[in-house]
Structures are given as C-alpha cells and as structure tokens.
C-alpha cells in the first residue's frame, strides 16, 4: 500500500460543508419575490414586464463590465445582481421610462455595490441606492429623458389615476382604495406596492427558510403602526401602502447592509419604522422607505458595536460568588 | 425521557451507521511504532531510553518533571532504533521514540489489585504512572485534571460522541460497561463529587439502555439522555446542559464545581488502578466513504495509521483526504507513516467527491455563523478583521474565546475558513500581548 500513489487535500478543519450557498439564498429570495412581481405584471402587463427586463439585463451587464475592469472574476452566478435588478424595478411605478430605470440599476450594481468592493462590502442597499439617485442626481434623468424621449417603445395605456400611489392620494385627500384592496391587489403605485398579501407571503417563505429573522420586519411594521397612530393617521394604511413592506421584508433584511446582533435588528428596524412616518407626514410620499433605510444602513457598524451579545459564560463584574467555594458563580440562565 | 441540550450549536448528518455496529476489533502488530514524548497538553517529556536498548510493553520511555506533562510508554516489547523528530499529525514535528518491534511479543505480567481499597493518592499515583491523558481529544494529563483547587460537586462522563463518523466511545459504552462504571466510580472518588452524570447523546439508545441497566438503583448517578447536537460533546457544551451552569469565558469547569472525562478515559483510569496497566492502546474507530471496512479497532499508540488502514480493509476507490480525528475538528493528514497517539479516536478516508471546495468568497453577513457559535462570538467580524490583519478588532469580537468547533465555516455560504482565520488570529493576538509584556 505505500508505493500507491495519493493525491490527498491538506486543508484546516471542518471538513464538512452545509449546502448553504449564496446563490441558493437568491433563488430563495427571488422566488419569494414572484408572487409580487406576478401581480404587478397582471396589472401593468407589459409596461412591468420590460421594465423588469431593462432592470435585470442592466444589473447582469453592469456587474460583469465593473468586474471586468476591475479585474476580478465574475460573480453572477452568486445570484445577487438579478435580485438587485428585480429589486430595483419592483421600486419603480410602470410609467417609469427605460432609461431612467436602466441608468438607475447601473448606479445601484455598479457604484453602490461594485465599486465599493462588490457583494459583502457595501454599506449601503444596492437597489434603494439606485432607486433614490433618481431623485438625488435628478438633472442627469432630466436631461438623460430630454435625449431618450423619442426612443420611448409604446407599451399600452396607463390609467394615471388608479395608479397613483395611496400616500399621495392620502395627501391630497382623495378617495383611497379600500383597505382589502390595499391587502390584497390594486394597481397604484410602484411595482412592488400592489400587494401586500404577496409581499407577506414571500416574507413567510424567506422566515420558513430562515434568510431573514423576524426582529427588523417586526420592529420596522411595528413602529410604523404605532408612530403613524401617534400622528393621528391611520396606521393600517401606513403599514399595507407605499414600500413600508417590500421594504421590511426584502430591503432592510438585505445581510449585507443590516445588523448582524438580534438586538442591533430591532433598534435598526424602529429606527427606520420611526424615520419612515417622519418622511411621510412630513416631507410626503416620495420614498420616505428608502431613504429612512439608506440613513440607517450609514449606521450599521456602529449599532453592530454597541449590541454585542455577551459571550457564554460572561459574569458582570458585580456578580456575587458561592460563600462555600469562593468562585465566581457562573451564569445560569 | 427529557431530552436535555444547550443553546446554538448546529445538527449535523452523523454518518455513524458506517461503524456503530461494529464491535472492538484487533489487528496484528506493525513492524515499528513511532511515540512522540509529546503528545499531551504540557510539557514535552524526554526520552529515558537510547538506540540499542531493549524495551518491553508498559515500559517508562519518557518522562517529564513539570507539574503538567504525562509519562511516555513503550506500547509493545521491541529494540529502540532512534529517538528522533517525527512527523505528528498536527503538521510539525516532535521527537518520538522509533521501536523495532519483537516478532515474539510476551505476555503482559499485570498485577490485578482490589480497587475499592485504594486511596485517593493511591489513584492518583496509578493514573500518574500509567501516563493517562484526556483521550476524547484534549489530552490533558489526568492525574492534573482530576486534583482541582476547588470543589467539585458534578463528575461527569462523557459519552456524547458529538462528530459525526466517530463511533468507538459508543461501542466502548455498550461492551465495557462495568470497566467503564468502575474508573467513574474511582475518578468520582478522586475529585470528591457527591454525583456522577453519564452524558450521552439519544443516537446511541443502546448505550444509554447498557448504562442504565449496570447502575440500576444507584442513587448517586444518572444518566442524562441529550439532544443529537454538535458540539454536545464540548465540555462547556456538556456542562450547559446536564446541570445549567455556564463556564465563564477564561475559566475551567472546576470553577462551576465540575469535572469531565472521557469514556476512553475513565476505561483507562480503571485499568491503570486495577492492573497497573499504562496507556498503551486505544479504540478508535476506521471509517468514511473510503474506507473498505469500517470499524472500530483496538490499536497499539505509536502504530502507523497506514498499517491501521491496510488491516482495516485499506481503501475503497479513490482517496481525496485521509484525516485524523473527527471530521470537524480533526487534522488533514499528507502521510501513511502518522503514528496513532494517545488523543486519536478516529482515521477518516474520505472520497474525492467528499473532499470540500477550498475558494472562498466575501462574508455576506447572513449571520448563520452568529446564529449558530456555541460560545456566543461573531464569527463573521473575528474571520474579516483577521482575514484583513486587523488582529486588535478579531480579538474584541471573540477570537480568543473561540475553542474552534467549525461550525461558523460549516454553515458559511461563502466556504469561509473561519477556523482557519481564528487560528492565524489567535497566533498574532497571543504574540501582541507577549510583545506587550
């Protein structure tokens, strides 16, 4: 036996792996996200179905030319660029122009998470990034709308009353759409808002998988409900309309740019339920939800430090010790 | 029947159907045994013999003078040819007595004695002599071990056997039952405990049944079935869930009044105190998907794990990695000449196919390592920081604390190699703070 020749492996223990892969949490998360998307395209038809399209091929061509220049291998098939897609466009209403949508998923892919080291290292959300640059960086759409307009493709009409947001119909004092059919479908408002049924259903398959927790999608509906009936409005509303549950489900659960410590997941989910309402009641409906977890995202590391759990077996320092033996008694809980 | 556990740690798939029928085997002698004079926790012993000199099994070859170290015996009669540095399992290597053995081996002249009329002295001299070392891995000096400074109200056994393959603690619970019962009884005599506990996970229900069966009515000691969960068998683990208390971070069980050995080890206590036998041969158990005939073999310490395996069936098919120990915690091994030391339970032969992906990616953060780490750390902040050099930060999110189970790179989407990161850590944070001093 010793003259055979062996081809073994030296590597560090363990040597066993779970099956847990990266992609295999973004098909999850992808599928999670299909009874939204169905929806939105039963109402919006094929206006969704290309943007969706513009938004999913600018996040795979924007991944793979950044990694390209940058020299690094490419990383598409860990699945995460098609999700920021899909994310992005769930985030735009369907009269959204292409461009608008396309120049929007680049800068999320390509500057909010590429360029900051790609996947694991950005600081912040790569599809709210990508969706409010739109509103930061507005005379680049504007002008970027001027050149494009005529190559804008005919898709069918758009009923520009039934799909304006219900905040904004809120804010006006418009008629609103019944709180059924803010739960179960309405075509107001952008992609991702047309179903709050389908959007719990996909937050249940992503706990039943356990991709998320339930401490920043609890804390952030939570605090919405309560801060919004502190404000007098109806917080019913407040919960089933506008991005609050896309957002608590698949935007402030993104691993990268939350906190990893369960107590971390609820200051960072009130936090963000808190400055939501603020957005709301103060500033109007114009994605109050991704930009209260924008500015939290900026906050993670620091929350992170201050929510450290105690190790096992960590005694405070003004614990008591056994009379009999003298030593520390340990924790025992 | 309350199934007891503790908190985090992960389920794993144990593979023990490879060997957990399979009863205590022999195999013949190899040609030579290599003995490292190191292979406990302490100090390393120097050798006693030369080349040239004839030495007979259970024969003092090394010994140290350090309050913590393990005399070194000879496991077989033979001629010494070198007293050298040998490749160890742990990579480097370590000076070990090389030993011709004898084709005629003699009689072993052990001198049986009533254990019931020894003294506690007397226990620990016979423990001492015979070079007793944890042998569920650890390989901490017994005798050391079980004269703690503090008071010990729990003894507990360990049967858990939490990694996966591993199945000779198991046959050795079910087929030396008494043995096993009476080096409980005189460890617990020992270190004073009013009660002993046999920890014992549920997926060994035959073990657990043998066991209740030999102590039945004894009012002192209880067997405690728990959860079939990965690291039970971790002593702090261990501690958690048969009585609840938490050992603090830095601190030892006998600090919380508890003192844990091993089955193989308690078996070896009783027979050093019964025959005067040293530590010369332990169960360990052959298995994996490449290996032809799984099971659990008695092997002479020093004997090369290549003559283990090729009496063991050899290998089935193709061989990606032979390791030594069990598969999370054990070592990847580059050479058939390896000798098995007093801490070896098992040889694993794993096919190419079972071999794991060595790329890793990024941390993404998912915080499954967090959800999972038996001591409470951060996994994903210890292996970034020291992935990036930045040991002060690994150090402030646990990388000390870490006892290395592998669970955060089991789970990890990414195939990082946390372990392997605490452990290049740990090297340079123990080296700032020597610096420091």
């Known amino acids: 036996m010793a003259d055979k020749k062996l081809s073994l492996t030296l590597s560090s223990s363990p040597h066993l792996r779970s099956s847990n892969t990266v992609s295999s949490a973004m098909r999850d998360v992808l599928i999670a996200l299909c009874p939204v998307t169905l929806v939105s395209i039963y109402f919006f038809k094929l206006h969704a179905v290309f943007l969706i399209l513009v938004c999913l091929a600018a996040a795979a061509i924007t991944e793979l030319v950044f990694r390209k220049v940058m020299n690094k291998p490419s990383s598409l098939n860990d699945g995460s660029a098609m999700v920021t897609g899909l994310l992005v466009a769930l985030c735009f209403g369907p009269a959204t122009a292409w461009w608008t949508a396309a120049l929007s998923t680049f800068i999320g892919v390509g500057i909010a998470k590429e360029l900051m080291g790609g996947l694991g290292w950005n600081r912040f959300n790569p599809a709210l990034f990508g969706r409010v640059s739109v509103i930061l960086l507005l005379p680049i759409f504007s002008y970027l709308s001027s050149i494009f307009a005529p190559l804008r493709p005919y898709l069918g009409e758009i009923d520009m009353v039934t799909q304006a947001t219900p905040l904004a119909l809120l804010k006006q004092g418009a008629a609103m759409p019944g709180l059924l059919n803010l739960f179960l479908a309405h075509p107001g408002g952008a992609l991702g808002e047309t179903s709050a049924l389908a959007l719990i259903l996909g937050g249940a398959y992503l706990l039943y998988k356990k991709h998320i927790t339930w401490e920043i999608p609890g804390s952030m509906i939570i605090a919405v409900f309560v801060v919004s009936l502190i404000f007098g409005q109806n917080p019913l509303y407040h919960v089933l309309a506008g991005g609050l549950l896309i957002g608590a489900f698949f935007m402030a659960t993104d691993w990268v740019t939350s906190p990893i410590t369960a107590k971390g997941k609820l200051i960072f989910g009130v936090a963000i339920g808190i400055l939501i309402v603020i957005f709301r009641v103060g500033l109007g409906p114009t994605e109050g939800t991704a930009f209260s977890i924008l500015i939290m995202n900026a906050f993670v590391p620091y929350i992170d430090r201050i929510t450290k759990r105690p190790k096992f077996g960590e005694v405070a320092a003004s614990q008591p010790t056994t009379a009999t033996t003298g030593r520390p008694v340990g924790k025992t809980s | 029947m309350t199934v007891k556990t503790f908190p985090r740690g992960v389920f794993l798939p144990h593979y023990k159907e490879f060997s957990e029928d399979k009863s205590i085997t022999t195999i013949p002698l190899p040609k030579e045994v290599v003995i490292p004079l190191h292979q406990h926790t302490g100090a390393p012993c120097r050798a006693l013999v030369q080349p040239g000199d004839e030495v007979k099994a259970g024969q003092r070859i090394g010994e140290s003078n350090a309050f913590v ?369």
């Open chain 2, 69 to 437: 170290s393990a005399y070194v015996h000879a496991s077989v009669d033979g001629k010494v040819t070198a007293v050298e540095p040998r490749p160890y399992f742990t990579g480097t290597k370590v000076e070990s007595v090389v030993i011709e053995v004898n084709g005629e081996q003699s009689k072993p002249t052990w001198q049986e004695r009533d254990v019931s009329a020894l003294s506690i002295d007397q226990i620990k001299d016979a423990i001492k002599d015979a070079g007793i070392v944890g042998m569920g891995g650890a390989a901490f000096p017994t005798h050391v071990k079980l004269s703690p400074p503090t008071t010990i109200d729990a003894f507990i056994v360990n049967g858990c056997e939490c990694e996966p393959f591993l199945t000779c603690d198991h046959r050795l619970m079910v087929e030396m039952t008494d043995k096993l019962l009476e080096g409980a009884r005189l460890a617990q005599k020992v270190v004073g405990a009013p009660k002993i506990y046999f920890g014992v996970e549920t997926n060994k229900p035959d073990a657990i049944e043998a066991l209740k069966a030999k102590i039945a009515g004894a009012a002192d000691i209880e067997v405690v079935s728990l959860d079939v969960k990965y690291p039970q068998g971790s002593e702090k683990q261990l501690i958690k869930a048969v009585l609840n208390r938490e050992v603090p971070p830095g601190k030892l069980p006998l600090d919380v009044g508890v003192v844990v050995q091993n089955v193989s080890t308690c078996i070896a206590i009783y027979e050093a105190c019964r025959y005067g036998k040293p530590l010369i041969e332990r169960v360990l158990t052959v298995t994996g998907d490449g290996a032809a005939k799984p099971q659990n073999v008695l092997v002479k310490i020093g004997t090369p794990i290549g003559h283990v395996i090729e009496q063991c069936g050899g290998f089935k098919g193709e061989i990606g990695k032979i390791i030594m120990g069990g598969p999370m915690t054990g070592w990847a091994q580059s050479s058939l000449d390896i000798p098995v030391v007093k801490g070896t339970s098992g040889i694993l032969l794993f096919s190419p196919a079972m071999v794991v992906e060595t790329q890793h990616k990024a941390c993404v953060r998912c915080g499954k390592c967090v959800d999972h780490c038996p001591m409470n750390l951060y996994p994903n902040y210890i292996g970034t920081y020291a992935e990036t050099g930045r040991f002060a930060q690994a150090a402030e999110w646990g990388a000390m604390d870490c006892f290395e189970c592998g669970i955060c790179a089991y789970v990890c989407p990414s195939n990082r190699p946390i372990v392997q990161f605490v452990r290049q850590a740990k090297r340079q944070i123990a080296a700032a703070r020597a610096a420091k001093n």
